[in-house]
C-alpha cells in the first residue's frame, strides 16, 4: 500500500489520474488466471482508492514481462529475489510520479506484504511463508535527494491493515476485524449508559450510529 495522493477532488483527478496512468503503462502488473480456462486472465497494475494506491505483483506477471530473466532463476530463492526487485522498481517509480505531480510518499503510511501459500497435500490447508523464510525488503529513494531513503514496513500475511474501513488481512483470518468491532460496539454501549437520552433517542442512536458502524464490513 503506498500513501502520497491528494484527496483534493481538483489536485486528484489532474494530477495523480496522470500519474497512475502513466504508472499502467511503464509498471508491471500482478497477472491473475480466471478459474474458468475460458475466461482467460486480467492484469491489475494497482487499485487506486482516493489517496491510497495499492500496487499488486505477481509470479505470472513476472512470466510475462521479464521472461528472460525469470528463466535464469536456478532456485525459488532467486524466483522471490527477483519478485522483490521489481516491486523495489515499481514502489519508487510510483514515488517519483507523486513527487512530480506535487505529492510525496509518506513511507511511515506504506506497507507491503509478500504472499507466498502452500496446501498442505493431507488436509488442503494453505499456509503463507514469513519474512523469516521469504526474506527482502522495499526500499524508497527520495526522488530530490538519492542519499535519503526510507524501509516500507513489511507485515507477515496474517496481519492486519486498515483500509478503507475494513481490517481484513491476506490470509483471510477476521480476528482483527472482530476485536475492532466487538470494541466499536463496547465503545457506543457505555457511551449510550452514560447519556442522558429518551429510550427513542438512544434507539436513533443505535440506528443511525452504532449499527452501521459494527456491520459496515460485513
Same mark, same amino acid.
Not at 19 to 34: I, K
Not at 169 to 189: C, I, L, M, T
Given at each position: 500500500?503506498?500513501?502520497?495522493?491528494?484527496?483534493?477532488?481538483?489536485?486528484?483527478?489532474?494530477?495523480?489520474?496522470?500519474?497512475?496512468?502513466?504508472?499502467?503503462?511503464?509498471?508491471?502488473?500482478?497477472?491473475?488466471?480466471?478459474?474458468?480456462?475460458?475466461?482467460?486472465?486480467?492484469?491489475?497494475?494497482?487499485?487506486?482508492?482516493?489517496?491510497?494506491?495499492?500496487?499488486?505483483?505477481?509470479?505470472?506477471?513476472?512470466?510475462?514481462?521479464?521472461?528472460?530473466?525469470?528463466?535464469?532463476?536456478?532456485?525459488?530463492?532467486?524466483?522471490?529475489?527477483?519478485?522483490?526487485?521489481?516491486?523495489?522498481?515499481?514502489?519508487?517509480?510510483?514515488?517519483?510520479?507523486?513527487?512530480?505531480?506535487?505529492?510525496?510518499?509518506?513511507?511511515?503510511?506504506?506497507?507491503?506484504?509478500?504472499?507466498?501459500?502452500? %496446501?498442505?497435500?493431507?488436509?488442503?490447508?494453505?499456509?503463507?511463508?514469513?519474512?523469516?523464510?521469504?526474506?527482502?525488503?522495499?526500499?524508497?529513494?527520495?526522488?530530490?535527494?538519492?542519499?535519503?531513503?526510507?524501509?516500507?514496513?513489511?507485515?507477515?500475511?496474517?496481519?492486519?491493515?486498515?483500509?478503507?474501513?475494513?481490517?481484513?488481512?491476506?490470509?483471510?483470518?477476521?480476528?482483527?476485524?472482530?476485536?475492532?468491532?466487538?470494541?466499536?460496539?463496547? %465503545?457506543?454501549?457505555?457511551?449510550?449508559?452514560?447519556? %442522558?437520552?429518551?429510550?427513542?433517542?438512544?434507539?436513533?442512536?443505535?440506528?443511525?450510529?452504532?449499527?452501521?458502524?459494527?456491520?459496515?464490513?460485513?
Amino acid at each position: 500500500g503506498m500513501q502520497g495522493s491528494t484527496s483534493a477532488a481538483p489536485s486528484y483527478n489532474i494530477h495523480h489520474d496522470v500519474s497512475l496512468t502513466t504508472y499502467c503503462e511503464h509498471g508491471t502488473p500482478a497477472v491473475f488466471q480466471h478459474p474458468n480456462p475460458t475466461e482467460g486472465h486480467t492484469e491489475d497494475f494497482a487499485a487506486q482508492f482516493v489517496d491510497d494506491n495499492q500496487q499488486q505483483k505477481s509470479l505470472q506477471g513476472l512470466m510475462k514481462h521479464y521472461a528472460d530473466e525469470l528463466s535464469q532463476c536456478q532456485t525459488s530463492a532467486e524466483i522471490n529475489a527477483l519478485l522483490v526487485r521489481v516491486t523495489n522498481d515499481d514502489a519508487n517509480r510510483w514515488c517519483k510520479y507523486s513527487f512530480c505531480a506535487g505529492g510525496l510518499i509518506n513511507a511511515s503510511k506504506c506497507f507491503w506484504q509478500l504472499l507466498k501459500p502452500t %496446501q498442505c497435500p493431507n488436509t488442503g490447508k494453505i499456509s503463507y511463508a514469513s519474512a523469516a523464510t521469504c526474506p527482502g525488503e522495499v526500499v524508497l529513494t527520495h526522488p530530490d535527494e538519492e542519499d535519503l531513503s526510507d524501509v516500507i514496513p513489511r507485515f507477515e500475511p496474517d496481519v492486519a491493515n486498515r483500509t478503507l474501513g475494513a481490517r481484513l488481512p491476506p490470509d483471510g483470518n477476521v480476528r482483527a476485524e472482530v476485536k475492532s468491532r466487538y470494541e466499536k460496539a463496547k %465503545q457506543w454501549s457505555t457511551s449510550l449508559r452514560k447519556a %442522558q437520552l429518551s429510550n427513542s433517542d438512544c434507539w436513533v442512536a443505535y440506528n443511525s450510529c452504532v449499527r452501521p458502524a459494527v456491520v459496515y464490513p460485513l
